[in-house]
Nanobody
């Protein structure tokens, strides 16, 4: 079974930065497209960012473009999202997701595309 564990969440003031990490318990991590989603209190889960297995293709939701950067280190089986210039509206539980795909340039943008999910890590941005 595949398990994903997120880390790096916490409390930060507006304008600050956090880096979240996710380490799936998979072999051949370079065959998995990865994504980050978030869910704020009382809101639907929202796509944040995605990255292709080879790390060369990325996509972001409009609200985080220019502030967040997704990356991966396949040698460490880890995907990251660097979050800069954080805003109170970024407050949410952030979850990592993994999608086994057959092309190194595939990215997955819909929650329903993903096969495995982590439990999430809380990010709270104060005013």
């Amino acid at each position: 079974q595949v398990q994903l564990v997120e880390s790096g969440g916490g409390l930060v003031q507006a304008g600050g930065s956090l880096r979240l990490s996710c380490t799936p318990s998979v072999r051949a991590f370079g065959l998995w497209a990865m994504g980050w989603f978030r869910q704020a209190p009382g809101k639907e889960r929202e796509f944040v960012a995605a990255i292709s297995p080879n790390g060369e293709i990325t996509d972001y939701t409009d609200s985080v473009k220019g502030r967040f950067t997704i990356s991966r280190d396949n040698a460490k089986n880890t995907v990251y999202v660097q979050m800069n210039s954080l805003k109170p509206e970024d407050t949410a539980v952030y979850s990592c997701a993994a999608d086994r795909v057959w092309s190194s340039t595939t990215i997955s943008l819909r929650a329903g595309d993903y096969d495995y999910w982590g439990q999430g890590t809380q990010v709270t941005v104060s005013s």
